[in-house]
């Protein structure tokens, strides 16, 4: 089945730098949303983008919906210690019977205080 | 103000035996999402369900696995004859309807 594109698989940042994350697709997308997800837990929303070049904000987060469709990125600014754990793009059609996420294999981040 | 209950959190069968994985969606959600995630991976999709019907299963393996999510009680995940393959997390998400998707915090399922 489909998947989205992102990498690297692992990245490892100071503590108070900015960090940035690229999601892609081979396919387009009705909306574009970003999941955290700690060990042993389920993803949790963190941002979702429902317009073609949208800009969104979440505190130190922002993410923005590609206008092409087929592409998103995250932006955590500031990081601090407790942004560790994994981080996956999903893109959904949200057409009808076809409502399903389709994810990203995650990027595991890591930050050294 | 519940969050999407999973249980067990933790399942250990031998091969051969069945899995029966539960999830009952937040209050007020009618739409129920599994997904399965092996190490390291994604969450492939599986099956939507709304009361009492299934929507897409397109993600279903085609034996021994299968859903229901009944008029009343929690959305039920079956797996027969399980295989060693089949170990894996399982997520349940729901919404209101087709919008976020929340999820729970999954049943690890391990085969002996």
């Known amino acids: 089945g489909q998947q989205l594109n992102q990498s690297p698989q692992s990245m490892f940042i100071q503590e108070g730098e900015d960090v940035s994350m690229n999601c892609t697709s081979s396919s387009i997308f009705n909306t574009w949303l970003w999941y955290k997800q700690d060990p042993g837990e389920g993803p949790v929303l963190l941002i979702a983008?429902?317009?073609?070049?949208e800009l969104t904000s979440n505190g130190r987060l922002t993410a923005q919906f590609g206008i092409t469709r087929k592409d998103s990125f995250l932006n955590i600014s500031a990081s601090i210690p407790s942004d560790v754990g994994i981080y996956f793009c999903?893109?959904?059609?949200?057409?009808?019977?076809?409502?399903?996420?389709?994810f990203g294999k995650g990027i595991t981040l890591s930050v050294r205080p | 103000n519940a969050g999407v209950m999973q249980n067990p959190r933790h399942l250990v069968r031998r091969r051969g035996q069945e899995a029966r994985l539960r999830c009952s969606p937040m209050?007020?959600?009618?739409?129920v999402y599994w997904y399965r995630q092996l190490p390291e991976e994604g969450l492939k999709f599986m099956v939507y369900l709304q009361k009492e019907n299934i929507i897409d299963e397109s993600g279903m393996p085609k034996e021994r696995f299968s859903a229901e999510f009944p008029k009343e009680g929690p959305s039920i995940l079956r797996i027969q004859q399980v295989v060693r393959g089949d170990s894996a997390a399982y997520f349940c998400?729901?919404?209101?309807?087709?919008?976020?998707?929340?999820f729970g915090d999954g049943t690890r399922l391990s085969i002996l």
């Open positions: 983008l429902y317009k073609a070049g």
């Open positions: 209050k007020g959600h009618s739409h």
């Open positions: 998400a729901s919404s209101p309807g087709m919008a976020t998707q929340h």
């Open positions: 999903a893109g959904q059609l949200n057409t009808g019977a076809n409502s399903k996420l389709t």
